[in-house]
């Protein structure tokens, strides 16, 4: 795509967005999307949100197994925006209207005590930990905004922000720097029955490793994690979209969790 397409389909996506309403031209409209042009559109979109006063709080790691992702014809695992009026705490009550169909993942979430600068050494799970200052059990809310999911393509999911709706920040982890992530266990329950759940290692390996992947990537395409940003580490099972109205929790096993209303 050349740059007024990119601005052109940004645009859309944008105002879609802000008006809640379903994206019935994305899949058709990013069928041939290349994965490089995916992030320049995604990145179109946030500086319009953030134009109109909705700024950038972080950053979600998502699709971190191969099952995911190369169905989806991308070479891996990708990231997008978390926006500052979607980060809510735990008991969060989502009213009717928006998201426009709700789903869970159960997500550690990290909070940056420092920028995350290019240091010219790739970062790894041990030396990004000193950049963290806290993690949390949380939760992500996703949001299905389009006609139907299946047909919209990898890059067109990458360039809205792969279905991004809320951050929910639960439990504080204490000593979380001696935390086994790889050994954790998550789920997700939907009126107290359990509908989705995994071991930590689902996380590229650990919450800490896909941190540190999320840190390298950010930088190649010109980007950083900045102090104070919130990051959703990625998802022990993939997405469930919640059948209705109701209550949804998330819960690390031992350590803590969060629980959003969705009205």
Request: hydrophobic share 40%.
């Amino acid at each position: 795509m050349d740059a007024k397409e990119i601005a052109a389909l940004a645009d859309r996506i944008a105002e879609a967005r802000r008006s809640h309403k379903v994206m019935d031209f994305l899949a058709a409209d990013t069928a041939s999307l290349s994965e490089a042009d995916s992030y320049k559109v995604q990145f179109a979109v946030h500086d319009r949100l953030a134009g109109h006063g909705d700024r950038i709080a972080g950053w979600k790691v998502a699709l971190t197994l191969p099952t995911q992702y190369q169905p989806l014809k991308l070479s891996g695992p990708v990231f997008a925006g978390i926006y500052q009026s979607g980060v809510r705490p735990t008991g969060a009550v989502f009213e009717k209207g928006w998201p426009i169909k709700a789903g869970i993942e159960c997500e550690m979430v990290a909070r940056m005590s420092k920028d995350v600068t290019d240091g010219g050494t790739p970062y790894t799970a041990e030396t990004i930990k000193s950049f963290v200052a806290n993690f949390y059990c949380g939760s992500e809310v996703v949001e299905n905004r389009y006609s139907d999911v299946t047909k919209v393509s990898g890059p067109g999911r990458i360039a809205d922000d792969v279905l991004q709706a809320a951050c929910i920040i639960g439990t504080e982890i204490k000593d979380w720097q001696k935390l086994d992530f790889a050994g954790v266990k998550g789920r997700s329950l939907f009126e107290d029955k359990e509908i989705g759940a995994g071991p930590g290692t689902n996380v590229m390996g650990g919450a800490l490793i896909s941190l540190a992947w999320l840190a390298n990537t950010l930088i190649k395409h010109g980007k950083s994690l900045q102090a104070g940003d919130v990051i959703l580490t990625g998802s022990v099972h993939p997405p469930v979209f919640l059948p209705g109205p109701g209550t949804a929790k998330t819960e690390f096993v031992g350590l803590g969790g969060a629980q959003i209303t969705v009205k």
